[in-house]
């Protein structure tokens, strides 16, 4: 849930649309990123954040309309810049490269802060919930098919359920962002993606479990 690489906006490659709606949309959203790591989501105000982007509160207002809307888009807007999939052909790297990509997401002292705050309000907000479950859903999508190609190699059981193991890669390092104040080291991500390999090439994740 990756992983959107700070910088979700100064992602080198990317390629944002041009003109001033564009513009406007990326100053907003950045702006809000700014007010959830500050405040969280509880301090967020559509009023406050057309003054730090710049842009008038009406055009605020009438694009987004809720904080729970704005925290939507950007989501969406994270999905769109996150880095693609690894594609090695080796199940053991696909899923090393995807688990480091979700450490130094958050690891990183602005977009940890970011998703901590995404994930408290998530807790207390349907609309919030809701945009970070499509978020994930997006970036389980989008790292699925290395198992399915692992699974056509031959390497893990036909039944084996792509979106688990994807999952089971970043749950360890969520898990230890959340819970203690260890730090989120390279040695880190190595141990859930070899967790989870095993797991999978030993059954855990079939379908018919």
Do not use: K
């Not at 950045?30 to 509880?42: I, K, N, S, T």
């Not at 987004?64 to 969406?76: C, I, P």
């Not at 998703?115 to 970070?132: I, Q, W």
């Amino acid at each position: 849930m990756s992983d959107a690489p700070d910088a979700a906006h100064e992602q080198p490659g990317t390629v944002r649309p041009g003109g001033r709606t564009a513009r406007v949309r990326a100053a907003v959203l950045r702006a809000a990123e700014d007010a959830l790591v500050e405040r969280g989501f509880a301090g967020l105000d559509l009023g406050d954040l057309a003054q730090r982007a710049e842009v008038g509160r009406t055009t605020v207002y009438r694009r987004w309309g809720s904080t729970t809307a704005l925290v939507a888009d950007l989501l969406a807007d994270m999905a769109e810049q996150s880095l693609p999939r690894s594609r090695s052909g080796s199940l053991t790297e696909d899923l090393r490269a995807n688990a480091h990509l979700v450490r130094r997401t958050l690891a990183d002292p602005r977009q940890g802060a970011l998703f901590r705050a995404v994930l408290l309000a998530a807790d207390g907000d349907r609309g919030t919930a809701e945009a970070l479950h499509r978020f994930y859903r997006r970036r389980v999508e989008e790292w699925a098919p290395c198992v399915t190609e692992a699974v056509e190699r031959g390497e893990l059981p036909p039944d084996t359920d792509p979106f688990e193991v994807i999952r089971a890669v970043s749950a360890p390092l969520y898990y230890r962002m959340l819970t203690t104040a260890e730090p989120l080291d390279e040695a880190c991500a190595d141990r859930a993606a070899a967790a989870a390999e095993a797991a999978a090439r030993a059954g855990a994740f079939r379908r018919t479990a």
